[in-house]
């Protein structure tokens, strides 16, 4: 049974554990997807298959909010808040180290690999290369490592775990990003804490937010 954070009649937001995909995968355990359909059909008994549109996505080792349209108007209109950057999103991460400032502003160009599955950023432009922003505040410190908020300004697969490993504070358990060590399950200390955003249909303020990220030891 999914962890259900927020629902109406149109969106609904449920908790993505790491290690697990939004969309079905060969091979991979049951998708935050398929477990919200059930929830849906479950609760309300609504016969035959169930209508759920995947809005956006988080990397697999990451946890946190997941948004999902229960109708087709919602996602037609939630795609287009998210793409004219509408939605507030917030992160939080541990992190190796501390950065050298308890506020700023990181700005690279990000290249993918799809082969490796690996992103690299660089201070300049490059052919093929795709922007990427966030802002971040430092939250707290602990035995070296600290906590960080992000707030992302652009979405680039792997943005936020490049950027801070650029920025030579790579997230705990993230061996392909820089981490000296890894933990069970491939997790890594990053979560998506908070969605905030104009509700498509209603054009009421929403805001979705979880508890601050446990230090993982």
């Known amino acids: 049974m999914p962890t259900i954070l927020w629902e109406d009649n149109h969106l609904i937001a449920a908790f993505k554990r790491s290690g697990q995909t ?7 355990p049951p998708a935050l ?13 609504k016969p035959g298959a169930v209508y759920l549109g995947v809005i956006h996505r988080l ?3 990451v946890e946190g909010i997941v948004l999902f349209a229960k109708t087709s108007k919602a996602l037609i209109r939630m795609n287009e808040v998210f793409q004219q950057r509408k939605v507030r999103k917030i992160y939080q991460a541990w992190v190796h180290g501390k950065p050298s400032a308890k506020s700023g502003n990181l700005l690279h160009w990000l290249k993918r690999d799809e ?8 201070q300049s432009e490059l052919k093929n290369s795709e922007r990427a922003e966030l802002n971040y505040k430092l939250l707290e410190t602990k035995s070296g490592y600290s906590l960080l908020e992000i707030e992302l300004l652009s979405g680039r697969k792997h943005q936020i775990r490049v950027q801070l490993s650029s920025m030579g504070c790579p997230i705990l358990g993230d061996k392909k990003y820089g981490a000296l060590f890894a933990y069970e399950d491939n997790y890594i200390a990053l979560q998506a804490c908070e969605l905030s955003f104009i509700h ?4 009421e303020p929403v805001q979705i937010k979880i508890a601050d990220l446990i230090f993982p030891g």
């Open 22 to 28: 939004v969309q079905s995968e060969p091979n991979k």
């Open 33 to 45: 997807e398929v477990e919200v359909k059930n929830y849906i059909k479950d609760t309300y008994q």
């Open 59 to 61: 990397d697999m080792p």
């Open 115 to 122: 082969h490796k599955n690996y992103t690299k950023a660089y």
């Open 200 to 203: 498509p249909v209603s054009s």
